[in-house]
C-alpha cells in the first residue's frame, strides 16, 4: 500500500496496481497463524542454500546471515515454497510438485519429529501459502521502489520488470498452495503420524 501511494507516478504503475490488489485480496484471505513458539532458524533455506554430497543427500546449509528467530511453520513453508515449485521465482506461472513436497516432510519429519509440537506441523500448509503472499508483496512492492531485490539484466529490461514477474510468480503459487491445501495437509499429517 505503501509503495502504491508513494509510486504513483511509476512507469509500471498500471500494471503493478491490479496485481497488487489481488496480492492484498490474498492477504486478507490468509489463515491465522499464532500462539506459535520462535524458534532458532535459518531464515532462507532455499534449495540453493543447502550444500549436497555426491548421493545428493543434503549435509549442511549455507548463507547462515539470515539466522533468526520466527516461528517454525514460517521457516518450513519458505522451504516449501522453494524446494516444491519446479518454475523457481523467476517464472510467473507456478506449480507445486506434490512428490516433491511428500519427500520433503518424510525427510524433515524423520529428523524432527521428536522435537515438533503437533500445533506447528499443522501449521507448515497455512504458513507455505502466507510466505508466498508476503514474498509476493515484498516483489510487487518493489517493482516500484526498485531499491531491494537484485534483478537479472540479462533477462529483464529493468528491476521493476523482474520483480512483476517474481510477484506474479509467488502469487499463483499462493493461488497453488490454497487449490492444493487438502492434498499438502495430507502429506504432512502422514509425515508426523
Not at 507516478?9 to 497488487?20: I, S
Not at 513453508?77 to 506434490?98: H, M, P, Q, Y
Not at 511428500?102 to 500445533?119: D, H, K, L, T, V
Request: glycine share 6%.
Amino acid at each position: 500500500r505503501t509503495a502504491l501511494a508513494e509510486h504513483t507516478g511509476h512507469r509500471a504503475f498500471e500494471q503493478v496496481e491490479p496485481l497488487a490488489g489481488a496480492i492484498l485480496q490474498a492477504a486478507a484471505e490468509l489463515p491465522t497463524i499464532e500462539g506459535l513458539l520462535e524458534r532458532v532458524v535459518h531464515g532462507d533455506p532455499k534449495v540453493t542454500n543447502l550444500i549436497f554430497d555426491n548421493q545428493d543427500r543434503g549435509v549442511c546449509l549455507v548463507d547462515l546471515d539470515t539466522i533468526s528467530r520466527m516461528i517454525l511453520p514460517l521457516e518450513i513453508g519458505d522451504a516449501l515454497r522453494s524446494w516444491t515449485n519446479l518454475s523457481g521465482e523467476d517464472d510467473a506461472v507456478a506449480t507445486i510438485d506434490l512428490d516433491l513436497a511428500r519427500g520433503a516432510m518424510e525427510g524433515y519429519a524423520s529428523g524432527a519429529r521428536s522435537f515438533i509440537e503437533e500445533r506447528e506441523w499443522r501449521a507448515f500448509v497455512p504458513a507455505f501459502q502466507t510466505i508466498c503472499v508476503e514474498l509476493a508483496a515484498r516483489f510487487c512492492a518493489d517493482a516500484l521502489n526498485e531499491n531491494y531485490f537484485g534483478w537479472n539484466r540479462h533477462q529483464y529490461a529493468s528491476p521493476s520488470d523482474h520483480n512483476l514477474v517474481r510477484a506474479r510468480g509467488q502469487l499463483a503459487l499462493s493461488k497453488a498452495v490454497k487449490k492444493n491445501t487438502e492434498s499438502l495437509q495430507a502429506i504432512v499429517e502422514a509425515a508426523f503420524t
